[in-house]
T-cell receptor, first 114, second 116 residues
Framework: DAGVIQSPRHEVTEMGQEVTLRCKPI?????LFWYRQTMMRGLELLIY????????DSGMPEDRFSAKMPNASFSTLKIQPSEPRDSAVYFC????????????FGEGSWLTVV | GDSVTQMEGPVTLSEEAFLTINCTYT??????LFWYVQYPGEGLQLLLK?????DKGSNKGFEATYRKETTSFHLEKGSVQVSDSAVYFC???????????????FGRGTQLTVWP
């Protein structure tokens, strides 16, 4: 079975540019999460969706970050404009309520802003 | 609020040594507890989980027992291998919080390095 699919795997961009990260959750899952991982702060939950609806975006750092889930099989995390401090690994994850809270992670998008 | 505290690393062991990584938690309700593992350059993978007190999760020789009286979920393995080198994350999910069902609270992670 296909897992959570993220793209791009690696992105290097210049400060001020727009970055769009993409995620395809596991088919049938009703929760989708965006996490950010850095050495300084560890794993941080940015936002999560239930049935395509944003439930909690309190972890989104600031207005430069936005996330959408237009349908059950696709989500984007956008940073505009990007800054060097946004450099991190961004993970998308999904879960199904009935499977007892087990969350499945994608392989991550490694973002470097120079 | 809900939180997880795990021992800081790095942990360095020789092959076949015994491993313990401590994890304690704070939760409002009756959480499910998890250990995730992250190999270099990869995403997190579920290693094991336990959903109620006294449950023991196990996988690939790793074990952890849900201890409600000590609010702990320590990870153990009797004989580690070089291939176990990774970062290990303890996490909890607290269904008491209703709509946050499925949300995980992670510890900071513990880096394990096993030498041959």
């Amino acid at each position: 079975d296909a897992g959570v699919i993220q793209s791009p795997r690696h992105e290097v961009t210049e400060m001020g540019q727009e970055v769009t990260l993409r995620c395809k959750p596991i088919s049938g899952h009703d929760y989708l999460f965006w996490y950010r991982q850095t050495m300084m702060r560890g794993l941080e939950l940015l936002i999560y969706f239930n049935n395509n609806v944003p439930i909690d975006d309190s972890g989104m750092p600031e207005d430069r970050f936005s996330a959408k889930m237009p349908n059950a099989s696709f989500s984007t995390l956008k940073i505009q404009p990007s800054e060097p401090r946004d450099s991190a690994v961004y993970f998308c994850a999904s879960s199904l309520r009935e499977t007892g809270n087990t969350i499945y992670f994608g392989e991550g998008s490694w973002l470097t802003v120079v | 609020g809900d939180s997880v505290t795990q021992m800081e690393g790095p942990v360095t062991l020789s092959e076949e040594a015994f491993l313990t990584i401590n994890c304690t938690y704070t939760a409002t309700g009756y959480p499910s507890l998890f250990w995730y593992v992250q190999y270099p350059g990869e995403g997190l993978q579920l290693l094991l989980k336990a959903t109620k007190a006294d449950d023991k999760g196990s996988n690939k020789g790793f074990e952890a027992t849900y201890r409600k009286e000590t609010t702990s979920f320590h990870l153990e393995k009797g004989s580690v291998q070089v291939s176990d080198s990774a970062v290990y994350f303890c996490a909890l999910s607290d269904p008491f919080r209703g709509s946050t069902l499925g949300r995980l609270y992670f510890g900071r992670g513990t880096q394990l390095t096993v030498w041959p």
